[in-house]
């Protein structure tokens, strides 16, 4: 389980967000929506772990023990795995080096005995294939010369591989057509479960059709200002953000 | 495969934090006294019971060497040795006639144990046809043992100490030894040609593919014992020969000097493929101690079509100065070089290369990639040069730097000279910086700052890791984090 106490968070002097309270139990996923702007992405990052952020009151617990204290690595280790926006080109190294070392460093941190190369390289080839990443991409520099949906589809296996409890999944739809949305919501209903949390961070209802959400929670100006269920998703499809906007102003 | 698995299992057993090769041997040494004259270069060379003309070769060194100065234009601060106050020669007493490793010392073995060197296990038990590393292990300053030799004698190759090479193949050495690097061709190597130890010799006869690749591991152990290590390597005609250099050395306070010299020379149609791991002790966090390591190495394609190739991995020492070149005398004769060098703390690199065209249709290239991390300096500082006779020269040289921090730089002085109209050079070179939002992705995907940092650098310098044979690939992909180590946060 995932809470979020009044977490207020500025950047350089400016507050970003503006007292976050937000619990997601487990098994269930829950869906953030709102404006550009709104900080939907700085919590994504505060979540998982990014420095740059002042972090001046509240708290991020994860299964009832505060992660504010842990590195990047120590979160994922301990479960809670975000899904980037914009995933980062790391040249030279190869995908499945970077998979392999990304596992192991996870299951040594987890006291978990580390793969073996044949059994590490089954493991990622019979994820791949779920996911239609095609063994060539494996040996391609990490997100090089990847299009916008592989490297969406690249993300959703490094969270499968790293079989976090907790995913949050920011804009993971931005910048997919429709057969590549479908993809990866497929690889994502797969990963979901009652021992597994989302948070599925998105601008657009759209998602939501294919990622079908146990909850909405509407964010404008750092904070929380309406929570419902799915059908939330679709009012504001219909109304737009203009006035949770207004509320926030 | 098996040696190379087990030489890469080995290494991982090493434990490597932070600088951890900084042990010492506790074995007799044989000393000539501190200080260099006349008469120390003669003790060496009765030592190493060498011919007359071998004492002249050096003595007339020695003289030129006295006329000599340091060479100051390299972007390096250090205080200069004090050449009085060296050692000039140090041997292991127990290797006064080893005539098979049963017979060295076995806590020589067990240092290179500890280094991970597949010297006695690897070579002699896996057996393994197709992985082979024969090595010419050089402790300190002598020859301790050479393995492979029967198998390297059937195909004709020569490969045993420079100075069994004197007394068994004189006749190659006045040949070819200061041929490519002359006896005045620098302070540095001049002082060398005057007291260098020992060191490694090559000889592949016409048409011989060499059958395994030829390593030698040199290690400095002797407390103030300059290394002069001389290495000479010939490859006849349309022959090929691939040969590995790796190093580390003990922990000391005291500067340790290292001016080696290596001289290659390809005749028609051979090939030469010189790769090097260079892990010295690079000194405190302070800067102090740390091994000075001069050195010069050239390779000379001699005959027509010839090739020799250049890979460095240069992760030690406080001061580097080094330019493996190529003189790229036979038409159509090709160069490579290729450079990994990194500094941490407060690490001092100058190097490069130098790339002379003389021949026609002759074409070379340069790969660099620098890495300055802590408060260390990098300079790549490289020469391409076309003679006037050197038609279709051609050059590619793509130099790039990749800094950690802010406190550490990054220089390039690429001269470029073409007398020749026809000749084609280009020049790349990137400035970079590891960025926050790789480390931050790195991190978010369990990896820890090291760890991160290790596999950032190594994506940066695949090109040139690749170019590594593949018993030095995983050794120096883990000597690349080691070297880091420490390099954020």
């Known amino acids: 389980?995932?809470?979020?106490?009044?977490?207020?968070?500025?950047?350089?002097?400016?507050?970003?967000?503006?007292?976050?309270?937000?619990?997601?139990?487990?098994?269930?996923?829950?869906?953030?929506?709102?404006?550009?702007?709104?900080?939907?992405?700085?919590?994504?990052?505060?979540?998982?772990?990014?420095?740059?952020?002042?972090?001046?009151?509240?708290?991020?617990?994860?299964?009832?023990?505060?992660?504010?204290?842990?590195?990047?690595?120590?979160?994922?280790?301990?479960g809670v795995f975000l899904a980037f926006q914009y995933p980062i080109e790391i040249p030279g190294v190869a995908t499945m080096t970077f998979l392999r070392t990304a596992i192991n460093s996870v299951r040594k941190a987890r006291d978990e005995e580390e793969l073996s190369i044949p059994d590490m390289m089954k493991l990622i080839q019979s994820q791949a294939k779920q996911l239609a990443v095609k063994p060539e991409m494996l040996k391609r520099g990490l997100n090089v010369g990847f299009s916008g949906g592989e490297k969406k589809r690249m993300e959703i296996l490094q969270m499968a591989l790293l079989n976090p409890g907790m995913c949050i999944l920011d804009e993971t739809d931005s910048g997919l057509d429709i057969d590549a949305l479908r993809i990866v919501s497929e690889g994502v209903n797969a990963l979901r479960g009652p021992d597994r949390s989302m948070l599925v961070i998105t601008h657009y209802q759209r998602l939501l059709n294919y990622i079908v959400p146990?909850?909405?929670?509407?964010?404008?100006?750092?904070?929380?200002?309406?929570?419902?269920?799915?059908?939330?998703?679709l009012e504001l499809e219909e109304s737009g953000y203009a006035e949770y906007d207004e509320d926030a102003a | 495969m098996a040696a190379v698995k087990e030489t890469v299992e080995q290494v991982k057993d090493i434990d490597v934090d932070k600088y951890k090769y900084g042990f010492t041997t506790d074995i007799e040494m044989v000393k000539a006294p501190k200080g260099l004259n006349e008469d120390?270069?003669?003790?060496?060379?009765?030592?190493?019971?060498e011919p007359a003309w071998m004492l002249e070769w050096r003595l007339d060194a020695?003289?030129?060497?006295?006329?000599?100065?340091?060479?100051?234009?390299?972007?390096?601060?250090?205080?200069?040795?004090?050449?009085?106050?060296?050692?000039?020669?140090?041997?292991?007493?127990?290797?006064?006639?080893?005539?098979?490793?049963?017979?060295?010392?076995?806590?020589?073995?067990?240092?290179?144990?500890?280094?991970?060197?597949?010297?006695?296990?690897?070579?002699v038990?896996?057996?393994?046809?197709?992985?082979?590393?024969?090595?010419?292990?050089?402790?300190?300053?002598?020859?301790?043992?050479?393995?492979?030799?029967?198998?390297?004698?059937?195909?004709?190759?020569?490969?045993?100490?420079?100075?069994?090479?004197?007394?068994?193949?004189?006749?190659?050495?006045?040949?070819y030894l200061g041929t490519v690097v002359p006896k005045s061709d620098n302070f540095y190597a001049t002082l060398n040609s005057a007291v260098f130890s020992d060191g490694s010799f090559v000889y592949i006869p016409p048409g011989v593919r060499c059958p395994m690749e030829l390593s030698t591991y040199?290690?400095?152990?002797?407390?103030?014992?300059?290394?002069?290590?001389?290495?000479?390597?010939?490859?006849?005609?349309?022959?090929?020969?691939?040969?590995?250099?790796?190093?580390?050395?003990?922990?000391?306070?005291?500067?340790?000097?290292?001016?080696?010299?290596?001289?290659?020379?390809?005749?028609?149609?051979?090939?030469?493929?010189?790769?090097?791991?260079?892990?010295?002790?690079?000194?405190?966090?302070?800067?102090?101690g740390g091994v000075f390591n001069f050195v010069t190495k050239r390779g000379d394609c001699r005959g027509k079509n010839s090739k020799i190739s250049w890979t460095q991995v240069e992760t030690g020492s406080a001061?580097?100065?080094?330019?493996?070149?190529?003189?790229?005398?036979?038409?159509?004769?090709?160069?490579?070089?290729?450079?990994?060098?990194?500094?941490?703390?407060?690490?001092?690199?100058?190097?490069?290369?130098?790339?002379?065209?003389?021949?026609?249709?002759?074409?070379?290239?340069?790969?660099?990639?620098?890495?300055?991390?802590?408060?260390?300096?990098?300079?790549?500082?490289g020469l391409v040069s076309a003679h006037r006779k050197a038609s279709q020269a051609r050059n590619f040289t793509q130099c790039d730097s990749l800094l950690i921090g802010d406190l550490c730089s990054a220089h390039t002085v690429p001269y470029i000279e073409a007398k020749n109209s026809s000749a084609t050079f280009e020049h790349e070179a990137t400035t970079s910086k590891i960025s926050d939002d790789q480390m931050f992705y790195a991190q978010a995907r369990g990896l820890n700052e090291e760890e991160a940092v290790a596999l950032i650098v190594n994506g940066f310098a695949r090109e040139v890791i690749q170019q590594l044979p593949m018993e030095f690939m995983a050794e120096t992909q883990k000597l690349i984090g080691i070297s880091l180590e420490g390099s954020v946060g």
């Open chain 2, 125 to 175: 038990l896996a057996g393994v046809e197709g992985a082979r590393v024969a090595i010419d292990a050089v402790f300190d300053s002598v020859s301790v043992v050479t393995t492979f030799k029967d198998e390297l004698a059937k195909a004709g190759v020569i490969f045993c100490s420079i100075s069994e090479a004197m007394r068994e193949h004189p006749e190659l050495i006045q040949k």
């Open chain 2, 218 to 288: 040199f290690r400095i152990n002797e407390e103030n014992t300059g290394q002069f290590e001389r290495t000479l390597i010939i490859a006849d005609k349309g022959s090929y020969v691939s040969y590995l250099e790796g190093c580390t050395a003990p922990m000391r306070d005291e500067n340790q000097l290292h001016a080696a010299v290596v001289e290659l020379i390809a005749l028609d149609d051979a090939e030469i493929k010189y790769s090097t791991v260079q892990n010295w002790y690079p000194g405190d966090k302070d800067g102090k």
């Open chain 2, 319 to 381: 001061i580097t100065w080094k330019y493996p070149s190529c003189i790229l005398r036979g038409d159509n004769s090709q160069g490579e070089f290729y450079s990994i060098a990194i500094s941490n703390g407060m690490q001092q690199v100058d190097s490069g290369t130098k790339m002379v065209h003389l021949g026609k249709n002759t074409s070379s290239r340069i790969i660099s990639k620098g890495i300055s991390a802590g408060k260390s300096s990098n300079t790549y500082r």
């Open chain 2, 62 to 123: 020695f003289e030129r060497w006295k006329t000599m100065a340091e060479p100051e234009w390299a972007n390096l601060t250090y205080k200069k040795p004090d050449f009085q106050d060296l050692y000039y020669y140090a041997a292991p007493k127990s290797t006064e006639g080893p005539k098979s490793l049963d017979e060295v010392d076995p806590e020589l073995l067990e240092t290179y144990a500890k280094l991970g060197i597949p010297l006695k296990e690897q070579a």
């Open chain 1, 1 to 78: 389980m995932l809470e979020i106490k009044n977490l207020h968070v500025e950047v350089e002097g400016q507050p970003i967000l503006n007292g976050i309270d937000l619990t997601v139990p487990k098994g269930e996923v829950h869906a953030i929506m709102g404006p550009n702007g709104s900080g939907k992405s700085t919590l994504s990052y505060v979540i998982a772990g990014k420095d740059d952020y002042d972090i001046t009151k509240g708290d991020i617990l994860w299964n009832g023990e505060s992660i504010l204290e842990m590195d990047p690595a120590e979160r994922v280790a301990a």
């Open chain 2, 40 to 49: 120390i270069v003669r003790f060496i060379s009765e030592k190493k019971e």
């Open chain 1, 214 to 233: 146990d909850k909405v929670h509407v964010m404008s100006d750092g904070k929380i200002v309406k929570t419902g269920g799915k059908e939330l998703a």
